[in-house]
């Protein structure tokens, strides 16, 4: 296993890529440089993390790849177009950390919105949220409010809500991060499920490793302050993943070598073999 | 999540969350509940003061010109209940045409401030000064401006319930949750869209306890206005009962005034309950 293996390029055909993306903020007390000249292809089907420290600037950079925030200087192309003509294409799906939903929807009502946005009904809106509350298992729960659901449910109707309009894209803020350690883990196999039977191009953003390691084809490692692209590692574990892989041998390799990383006990492209 | 079945999940959420169950499936109980025990101790307290305050009179022989027992005001409104409920529905409509006019443009305002900085820095210290100024003292002149048919009344009334609803309504309609503010973004939300499906509903808190605090002021509003042009209204009612130092109708007008505001209290409640159902001020026993 080397780290030169990973790469900024994306193995395929690129369906986001971002270049020279560099982010400032202009506080009262400094001038915060947040990102630093970040580079990154992600491709088309691809599930890449991101992973750094607390404050690193992940949350920043993926508010700049879905069009919510201008970066100062570089761009990123979502299919070779702009974030926010992406937006308009409606090709990027959010999930935050924090579910974030409408609490005076139903469930149903939720996983619509989306849909009633533009006034861009699908063909078969019914079928297609029909087909999305099952997919993340709350078919039961359709008519809920969502003070009446637990967390990790919440924030299935926030996944839902983010496919529902069949987006390409899925971005995705530590949406497990308010979640317990138990209902983590199912939901990240959860994701894997839906992962692999919709075939979408999956950013993801955490701080927890194993989830990096579990969910992703690449992980990307931030450093901070100012929150540069330390290294891209390669996960070459077989696919489809169960819990199982959490205690291989493989799985513990890569958990030290992105432990190292995220410690700062590695430099800029060293070699690792194991 | 295929070791738990479905069931097993409603069992624990209903465990973990019998109150909020109870809210919506449990309605009419705790409907009746709150009847229970909430009007039954308010009815206590009310007979009791009653009761002490007709003792009172009695034992001590006050003059009915000075202060009448409440069997006296009570036969009085029992004995011209017409008459009563006739100047109250004027009073009364006189608020309620103020509150809606009142709100109406206090909202519209709210809209606007809550979408530019620049106008809400234009117009509220605009709103303040309307709202420092002592109603009492811009009565006299709204009626030599108005007439002394109901608009001046209606628009005291309006001025009264005026910024409450408008400093509330711009609040509100800033409050929303980041996450489905930036949710709605990436879907290029217009901002009417934003408006209509994020910020109008975000705001229906705020503006519930804006509405509870100007409802009854628009009565006293409405009050004010007509003690100004007495001819009808329970305002009018309470000058000419004043000057013929006729007691038992001065305390009929204000016990009517005083149902009217219970009967509109009331109703925003229960206008409040059905809307903010989703509200954490709904998951207690508030009424
Ligand atoms: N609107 C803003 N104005 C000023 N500084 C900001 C703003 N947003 C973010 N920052 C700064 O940018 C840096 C990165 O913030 P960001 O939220 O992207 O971190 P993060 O990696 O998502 O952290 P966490 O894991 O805690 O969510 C922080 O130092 C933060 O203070
Ligand atoms: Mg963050």
């Given at each position: ?14 369906h986001l ?25 992600v491709?088309r089907g691809e599930f890449i993390s991101i ?11 993926l508010?700049?790849i879905g ?11 979502v ?7 992406a937006?308009?294409?409606k090709a990027l799906g959010f999930v935050f ?17 989306p ?17 999305m509350?099952?997919l ?22 926030a996944l839902a809500r983010a496919l529902a309009f069949d987006p390409a894209l899925l971005l995705m803020d530590?949406p ?15 994701l894997l499920?839906i992962w692999?039977r919709e075939k979408k191009t999956v950013v993801f953003v ?9 969910l992703s ?58 | ?182 949710f709605?973004?990436s ?101």
């Amino acid at each position: 296993m080397t780290l030169h293996n990973g790469s900024f390029r994306a193995n395929g055909e690129a369906h986001l890529s971002i270049a020279q993306v560099s982010k400032g903020f202009v506080t009262p007390q400094e001038e915060l440089i947040a990102l630093q000249d970040i580079t990154l292809e992600v491709g088309r089907g691809e599930f890449i993390s991101i992973l750094g420290p607390s404050g690193c600037g992940k949350s920043t950079l993926l508010r700049i790849i879905g069009g919510l925030l201008e970066p100062t200087s570089g761009s990123v192309a979502v299919n070779g177009r702009s974030p926010r003509e992406a937006q308009a294409d409606k090709a990027l799906g959010f999930v935050f950390q924090e579910p974030s939903l409408l609490p005076w929807r139903t469930v149903v009502d939720n996983i619509c919105l989306p849909l009633e946005v533009n006034n861009r009904h699908h063909r078969d809106t019914r079928y297609t949220t029909e087909g999305m509350l099952s997919l993340v298992g709350l078919g039961r729960f359709r008519n809920y409010y969502p003070f009446q659901l637990s967390g990790g449910m919440q924030q299935r109707v926030a996944l839902a809500r983010a496919l529902a309009f069949d987006p390409a894209l899925l971005l995705m803020d530590e949406p497990f991060g308010a979640l317990d350690e138990i209902t983590r883990a199912t939901m990240r196999y959860e994701l894997l499920r839906i992962w692999d039977r919709e075939k979408k191009t999956v950013v993801f953003v955490t701080h927890s490793i194993i989830e990096a390691i579990i969910l992703s084809d690449r992980v990307a490692v931030l450093s901070s302050q100012p929150g540069r692209i330390k290294t891209v590692v390669d996960i070459n574990l077989p696919r489809p993943r169960s819990e199982g892989l959490e205690r291989g041998e493989a799985f513990l390799d890569y958990s030290n070598l992105l432990h190292s990383l995220l410690m700062g006990g590695v430099k800029n492209g060293a070699n690792f073999s194991r | 999540m295929e070791q738990i079945s479905v069931d097993e999940i409603v069992q624990e959420i209903r465990a973990a969350y019998p109150s909020k169950r109870l809210a919506l499936h449990g309605g009419r109980f705790r409907i009746l509940g709150l009847a229970v025990s909430y009007v039954i101790p308010s009815a206590f307290a009310l007979v009791l003061a009653a009761i002490g305050w007709q003792v009172w009179v009695r034992f001590k022989d006050i003059p009915i010109y000075i202060l009448p027992a409440p069997s006296d005001v009570l036969s009085r409104l029992w004995g011209d209940l017409g008459f009563f409920a006739r100047e109250g529905a004027v009073t009364l409509g006189e608020a309620m045409a103020g509150f809606v006019l009142g709100a109406g443009v206090a909202l519209f305002g709210a809209t606007l401030m809550a979408h530019s900085r620049f106008l809400e820095r234009s117009l509220l210290p605009l709103a303040v000064l309307v709202k420092v100024t002592p109603i009492v003292a811009v009565a006299p002149l709204l009626v030599i401006w108005f007439g002394f048919g109901v608009m001046p009344k209606i628009f005291i009334a309006a001025l009264i319930t005026f910024f409450p609803s408008l400093v509330n309504g711009v609040t509100g309609f800033r409050s929303v949750n980041p996450g489905a503010l930036d949710f709605l973004r990436s879907l290029r939300a217009s901002r009417r869209e934003v408006f209509l499906l994020l910020r109008v509903p975000s705001a229906m808190p705020y503006l519930f306890a804006a509405f509870r605090v100007s409802i009854p002021l628009s009565v006293i509003g409405a009050v004010v206005g007509e003690w100004f042009t007495a001819d009808r209204g329970l305002g009018s009612v309470i000058i000419v009962a004043h000057s013929n130092l006729d007691m038992p109708t001065l305390f009929g007008a204000i016990f009517t005034l005083a149902f009217i505001g219970i009967g509109l209290t009331l109703l925003v409640s229960l206008i409040e309950r059905r809307v903010l159902f989703w509200h954490e001020s709904s998951f207690m026993g508030r009424w």
